[in-house]
Structures are given as structure tokens and as C-alpha cells.
């Protein structure tokens, strides 16, 4: 890296001095080589703090300067390695969290008055600091993206903690086979008649945001009129996707089906291989016909396996209806370690309706077909498997390797990243302003920096 010569320093410094003279309200908060960073901006993210409902904390603020303090390093090192995010990505990431806020407000009108202001200035306001994050996130992931452990670390990292060694609870492997409710052609069709009635109310001239607060089902952007933001064609369900890229901005879609329900469908606009569009769901609602044919499908299939005609493992392939179980012989994933895909899981991690199942069968037991709910509400029929059980023990290298060798990883991980931000620290000029002095975390950011 540069270092930042004393001309440019005095520059910085005379900038910084002189706009928190003239700006009394937005001042500089602090700077980083060549990156200014506005008190505003801090006010603006322990605002959005304070609306997920945490309480008053005058130190968050520390916290929230140092975040911003390594996204700034971070996307200082990603402009020399050429490390850049889409525009539709950052308009995604924006979209998400206006969607997750306006839930929690209870709409768009309550969160424009938590504001003061409009939604669409607010977008604008914290779209540079979301394109900083995801700058900074992607130039992390680089510094790291190489780092492995070899057996012999994960001995040594295992020997360096000594009587600090983890213990572990009952620990649990368990399959799922996910059943759920088909409706006939005629059950599905009041479902169709209702979205094709609200497709014509549009194209009579009702609004279609308007509809979509209204009666779209999707809990993820009916409160923000259906709106999706931008995706690509990977994003979104094979259906939607087909009729996201066909239409032309304006039109609407036709009534068609996916895995979800029902939609239709309106582009706003497109930006190469990028959509903005916006939808309205109406999803098909169980019936008692449906559940009791799906009860004898259920049994037949249970019947099959413990008659041992069939393997748990093959029946989940071929009868499952869960995507994430269905292809790992119906083995659920540990949640909290998804990526090395892990089917151990602590039971205190399960899901309770699923422990009082297991709890009381034995290895290799499979249960009974049972009624559910899906966290969306929908139900079905579920058939567990204890494939396998372990006791509550010391953690150990026999046992638990795997989980030894991810928490070897991230200690190099963030050993890692420890070294680079020291380095980045020592040859980069930071000035943080006199209000942040008591702040204990960032003593760090200004110890041996200097202008170099």
C-alpha cells in the first residue's frame, strides 16, 4: 500500500478541521487514507439501531465508528485490487432491508413517520454505506478465501486449549421425510379464480401496489406493494423467472403457478441482465381431502421401511418434498454448520416438536408418520429417523475432529485478518475526532499511526 504523504496529510487534516467548523451538525467523524466518514452517517446506522428495538446505548456508537472504520480499510484495499459489487446487488441488499424494516413497522406509512422521511430518500441515503459493506464483505472474503487447515494445526490449536477444552451435550443425527398436501386440479382452481379476478381489477386500472399490500400473501414484499427490487435469472423460481425476463416494462403478467402459489407478475424496469419487478401471491390453502390422502400415501410409505423393502435413505430420495433433506438421504444439516454440512446437531438446537419425536426412540428407530406445520403455516406429514445418538462428552479428536478442524480454521481465519487490519492500521493515515476519545475500542485505531 501508498503511504499518504505529509502534503496529502495536511490537506486531509485542513479538510477535516475546516468542515467541522463550517458543519456544526454533519461533521467528519473520522478519517481513513483517503475516506471520510460523516457523523451523520453513524447517527444514521445507531437510528436504525435503536428502530430493531434495542435499547438507548450512547457506546454503540463506538461500536458502529469501528465497523466503519474496517469497511473503510477494507474498501480502501478493494479499489487497488479491482474488488467491485453489482448495482443490482447493492439495489437487492437495499430492497431487503426496507422489506425486513417495513415489517417490523407495520408498514411503509408507519416507518416513513419513525423516519421523517420517505422511504425513497431513505433508500437513496443508505445506499452508499450498503454499497460500502458489500465491498468490504467481498474484499474480505478474498483475504481469506485461500485459508485451510492441515490435520497437524488442527492437533496444535486442539493442544493449545488446554483445560479450556469444550464440552458437548447429547448430540444427535436425524432424517425427516417432508410430505406434503397435492391439491386436485379442482381444489387449485378457486385459488386461480381469485388472483385471475385481482389481474383484472389491474388491468381495469386498480393500482397494483395498492392490491399487493392488500391480498398478496408473500410476507416478504407484500408490505412494500409486491416490490422484489432488482434480481437476475438465477434468483427467483424457474416460472417466475421465465416471465420476469419475457415481459417488457409495464406489462403484466398472465395468472401462472409455482412452487409457492399463484402469481402475476409486473416488470418496472430492466438493466441488462437484471429485473425490477414487482408481484402479487395468492397461495393454495390445505384441504381435509388432501390431508387424508396424503395420511394413506404417508403410511404406505412408513410401512415400506419398516418392512424393510425400502431404505430410509432411498424413500426420502424418492418421496420427499424438502429440497435441503431429500438428496442427503434425508438427513438434516446442523444449522449452525451448514457450509462443512454437518448432520451432527446438539439437541438443544433441534426443533422441539422434532426432540419430543426422538427423544424417546432408539438408534435406528423410525416414527410413525406425523401431522405438522411448516414455519409458513402449511401442514403435512413428517417421518423421522434416529440414525444416530451421542452422549454428552469432553470434546475429543476421535469424535469430534470435524468440529475441532472448523474452530482451528476460523482461529487462522481471523488470526488472518488480525495481522492484515495491524498492517493496514501502521500504513495508513487515521485521524479520529476528539468526541470518540473515550472510546475504548478504537485506542487501537489511532495507536502507531502516524503520517508515513
Given at each position: 500500500m501508498k503511504k499518504v504523504s505529509l502534503v496529502a496529510i495536511a490537506l486531509i487534516s485542513m479538510f477535516f478541521n475546516g468542515f467541522a467548523q463550517k458543519h456544526n451538525i454533519d461533521k467528519v467523524a473520522a478519517v481513513v487514507g483517503n475516506n471520510i466518514i460523516l457523523l451523520s452517517d453513524l447517527n444514521q446506522q445507531y437510528t436504525q439501531y435503536l428502530y430493531q428495538g434495542n435499547p438507548p446505548n450512547a457506546d454503540i456508537k463506538c461500536r458502529i465508528l469501528q465497523n466503519t472504520l474496517t469497511q473503510k480499510l477494507l474498501k480502501q484495499?478493494?479499489?487497488i485490487d479491482s474488488v467491485m459489487v453489482e448495482d443490482g446487488q447493492v439495489d437487492d441488499e437495499v430492497n431487503k432491508r426496507m422489506r425486513y424494516?417495513?415489517?417490523r413497522a407495520g408498514g411503509q406509512e408507519r416507518l416513513e413517520q419513525f423516519l421523517n422521511k420517505?422511504?425513497?430518500?431513505y433508500k437513496d441515503e443508505i445506499r452508499p454505506s450498503v454499497k460500502d459493506e458489500l465491498i468490504a464483505q467481498k474484499m474480505q472474503?478474498?483475504?481469506?478465501?485461500?485459508?485451510n487447515v492441515t490435520p497437524m494445526e488442527v492437533e496444535k490449536y486442539f493442544k493449545t486449549l488446554g483445560d479450556s477444552v469444550p464440552e458437548f451435550n447429547t448430540e444427535v443425527e436425524v432424517g425427516e421425510i417432508i410430505l406434503n398436501p397435492q391439491l386436485s386440479k379442482a381444489e387449485k382452481q378457486r385459488f386461480h379464480d381469485k388472483i385471475e379476478a385481482l389481474r383484472l381489477r389491474v388491468k381495469s386500472g386498480d393500482d397494483f401496489g395498492v392490491l399487493a399490500k392488500t391480498y398478496s400473501e408473500d410476507p416478504?414484499?407484500?408490505?412494500?406493494?409486491?416490490d422484489l427490487g432488482f434480481f437476475d435469472r438465477s434468483t427467483m423460481a424457474k416460472e417466475f423467472t421465465a416471465w420476469a425476463f419475457k415481459?417488457?416494462?409495464?406489462?403484466?403478467?398472465p395468472v401462472f403457478e409455482t412452487e409457492f402459489g399463484f402469481h402475476i407478475l409486473q416488470v418496472i424496469e430492466r438493466r441488462g441482465e437484471q429485473v425490477h419487478a414487482r408481484h402479487i401471491l395468492v397461495r393454495p390453502q390445505t384441504t381435509p381431502e388432501s390431508l387424508t390422502r396424503l395420511k394413506l400415501h404417508a403410511d404406505s410409505i412408513y410401512n415400506r421401511i419398516i418392512s424393510n423393502k425400502l431404505t430410509f435413505a432411498a424413500a426420502a430420495n424418492l418421496f420427499s418434498d424438502d429440497k435441503e433433506t431429500k438428496y442427503n438421504g434425508g438427513m438434516m444439516l446442523?444449522?449452525?454448520?451448514v457450509q462443512a454440512r454437518s448432520t451432527i446437531i446438539p439437541v438443544d438446537k433441534l426443533d422441539p416438536a422434532v426432540f419430543l419425536v426422538i427423544d424417546t426412540m432408539k438408534v435406528g428407530g423410525v416414527s410413525k408418520p406425523d401431522l405438522f406445520s411448516s414455519p409458513d403455516g402449511k401442514q403435512g406429514y413428517r417421518i423421522l429417523y434416529l440414525k444416530s445418538k451421542i452422549p454428552p462428552h469432553k470434546a475429543n479428536m476421535v469424535q469430534d475432529f470435524p468440529k475441532i478442524r472448523d474452530a482451528a480454521q476460523s482461529d487462522k481465519i481471523n488470526r488472518t485478518l488480525s495481522e492484515w487490519f495491524e498492517k493496514r492500521r501502521e500504513s495508513t493515515y487515521i485521524k479520529i475526532d476528539d468526541e470518540f476519545n473515550n472510546c475504548s475500542e478504537l485506542k487501537i485505531w489511532t495507536k502507531n499511526t502516524a503520517a508515513k
Open positions: 484495499q478493494a479499489e424494516s417495513m415489517q420517505s422511504v425513497l430518500q472474503a478474498k483475504i481469506t478465501e485461500n485459508i416478504g414484499s407484500s408490505a412494500d406493494g409486491g415481459l417488457k416494462a409495464g406489462e403484466i403478467s446442523n444449522a449452525e454448520n
